[in-house]
């Protein structure tokens, strides 16, 4: 009961000096104004709607919508991945898992010396959030507008680097196949390869 | 000859064909209602609604039915188990056999045989509908009290009393119609309003009050307290599933649609033509009037829907207060002065003293209104100052917290 405090009385603690003001309460409307209500919703019926029939309709994406990731090539074909890790490393969810490889005469997968041989996301991690695209030192990564990325098992949502790889263009060859002939990986870099080489087929 | 006349001669088997046409003539308008009230309400909306399962969706709620009567019935432990079955059936038969004596078109050639599409003309019709709607509510009630459960039985005690109480309102709302066609048989009362004009227009304040009456009847928004699915789950039927619930559902709507078609028979003419078009009457054989009928209870159930889309639910004694404190003085107020009006005109009273009547009805009206008026603006006295509170008060940085039930003093 020692740290039992003593009720103040009102008037030592000043509530009732606080000033009583009248508050405005807005009262019913007038009918008319209710009705406006009515109003609303019948026109609304002639107005389009907003529905967009989705299997059947697909409605473009903001151009710069994160959808799922692709592995870029450059214009003869070979990976611009190199197998750093950075975006292992960048991704807060930890859906990224890269093993390295290195790029061997008859194996030569990307310019210069090391390539991503194991390249995985998994989507059921992934959050979108593109830091695994900002920290790529090639470019190599970047995302689609795609988003239809559902399924039945949960393994199919781990995506191989198959999966993830941009589709041959004109003039691409499927690597592995040799480099541009007197062209280096910082050429490479630099965009100097416009397209492959006949000779890189031929070494194929 | 009258229309009672006419469907006394009916046989037999003419008496079941009909029978089965209104029956058909309720499921068919349930289905129809329920893709109708979707699609609407979405447009209301900005949506589109139903539209996957055949032409623009038309058989969305036939595929809904049979989903609904093939899913499991579950009968709960607690349920009264006779009762529970009962109810539902109540409920949905009670609002198909409110259907019996509502006109739905004039003289037609049915197999042959001239009829009107009216299974039976009672001399007390109307009274005969609110009496089959009543026992409708007996459905509410034993579903919500045989379900063993707390929030059903509040649901159905909350649809009983609300049922109830605006039939009130709606009966005498229909006094006023009795008074007028100096019958309470359907089809005497359409051919009163053929003769002269349509009720709607002569009794308006009697339409307006059975309008709002019926939405509170039917249990529909915004005074759809009874199955408030925030407050109270799903209201009397929450404890029903499968084929039970489908008869809940179909009740619904059946029960909308007869109350439609009533105000339909008693207000607009029933399945006449709308002045000036009386001609459309005589085609397809004097099948076209029920074209009529049916645009007109469609036009009810339009207001249905939209109503449901634009208002909010009403708070439980708000609307208690609105149907016993407005709906029901109005009305008895109303047929007071129907009432004289029809006894002054009667009784051969020249023109001035009907005048003079209405008149003064007015003036009092006015003063009546005027002095609500001047008694709601001394509102809210100001607090007296200088005494202390007492309640308690939150303590603050600056204020110490007020113990009102214990400490020492």
């Known amino acids: 009961m020692t740290d039992f405090i003593e009720p103040r009385k009102n008037s030592e603690l000043g509530i009732n000096s606080v000033p009583f003001v ?3 309460q807005p009262g019913a409307a007038p009918l008319l104004e209710q009705a406006k209500g009515f109003w609303v919703t019948f026109s609304t019926m002639f107005k389009k709607n907003q529905t967009v029939q ?57 310019p210069g010396e090391r390539n991503g041989a194991v390249y995985q996301i998994n989507y059921l991690r ?32 781990i995506f191989e680097k198959d999966d993830l790889l941009a589709p041959l263009r004109q003039g691409m060859l499927a690597p592995p196949h040799p480099m541009y002939p007197g062209m280096t990986d910082t050429n490479y870099y630099n965009g100097d390869v416009k397209e492959a080489h006949p000779s890189q087929q031929e070494q194929n | 000859m009258t229309t009672a006349e006419l469907l006394g001669k009916d046989p037999g088997w003419i008496i079941a064909v009909k029978a089965l046409i209104v029956f058909i003539i309720c499921v068919v308008a349930t289905l129809m209602a329920v893709w109708t009230e979707r699609r609407v309400l979405a447009k209301m909306q900005l949506r589109t609604g139903p539209n996957r399962v055949g032409k623009f969706g038309l058989l969305q709620s036939l595929s809904d039915g049979v989903k609904l009567a093939l899913k499991e019935d579950i009968i709960p432990a607690a349920a009264d188990k006779v009762v529970f079955i009962i109810a539902p059936i109540i409920a949905t038969a009670m609002c198909f056999m409110a259907f019996a ?74 006094v006023a119609v009795f008074i007028y066609a100096g019958s309470m048989s359907t089809s005497v009362i359409v051919d009163s309003q053929h003769q002269n004009i349509w009720n709607a227009v002569v009794l308006f304040p009697s339409f ?78 004097g099948w076209f009037t029920f074209i009529w009928f049916i645009t007109k209870v469609n036009l009810f159930f339009f207001i249905f829907m939209w109503l449901r889309a634009t208002l909010p639910r009403l708070r439980y004694d708000q609307f208690m207060k609105f149907g016993w404190k407005v709906l029901i003085p109005g009305s008895l107020v109303w047929i007071l002065i129907v009432a004289t009006l029809r006894v002054l005109q009667q009784q051969g009273a020249n023109r001035a003293v009907i005048i003079a009547f209405a008149a003064g009805v007015v003036l009092l009206m006015m003063a009546v209104s005027s002095l609500v008026d001047r008694s709601k603006k001394v509102s809210g006295e100001p607090l007296t100052e200088g005494e202390d509170p007492d309640f308690p008060v939150p303590s603050l940085p600056h204020l110490r917290s007020i113990s009102v039930s214990g400490g020492q003093k």
């Not at chain 1, 197998?83 to 490889?101: F, H, K, M, N, T």
């Not at chain 2, 709607?133 to 909350?158: D, E």
């Open chain 2, 101 to 174: 004596v509502i006109p739905m078109t004039g003289v037609v050639n049915l197999f042959g045989h001239q009829t009107a599409l009216q299974l039976t003309d009672l001399p007390v019709g109307v009274l005969y509908i609110l009496a089959v709607t009543s026992i409708g509510v007996y459905g509410v009630v034993l579903a919500g009290w045989s379900s063993g459960s707390t929030y059903p039985l509040l649901g159905g005690l909350r649809s009983s009393a609300q049922v109830i109480s605006y039939e009130i309102a709606m009966g005498l709302s229909l």
């Open chain 1, 126 to 157: 992934c959050i979108f959030c593109g830091l695994c695209v900002e920290a790529c030192p090639t470019r190599a990564l970047t995302m689609t507008n795609e988003y239809e990325l559902a399924d039945d098992k949960r393994e199919k949502l």
């Open chain 1, 54 to 110: 989705y299997p059947d309709v697909k409605a473009p994406t903001a151009p710069r919508f994160h959808g799922r990731h692709q592995l870029n090539r450059h214009p003869d074909g070979l990976e611009k991945c190199i197998g750093c890790e950075l975006c292992a490393w960048a991704c807060p969810a930890d859906a990224i898992y890269v093993e390295g490889g290195d790029n061997t005469p008859g194996n030569q997968l990307s």
């Open chain 1, 22 to 24: 009248e508050v405005e």
């Open chain 2, 208 to 285: 307006i009050i059975y309008l709002i009456s019926m939405v509170g009847e039917t249990n529909r928004a915004p005074f759809d307290l009874a199955e408030a699915e925030g407050e109270l789950v799903g209201g009397f039927h929450t404890e029903y599933s499968s084929l039970k619930f489908a008869l809940f559902f179909l009740a619904e709507y059946v029960n909308i649609i007869a109350v439609s078609a009533l105000a339909t028979t008693l207000f607009l003419g029933g399945y006449h033509a709308p002045p000036g078009l009386g001609f459309t009457e005589q085609w397809f054989g």
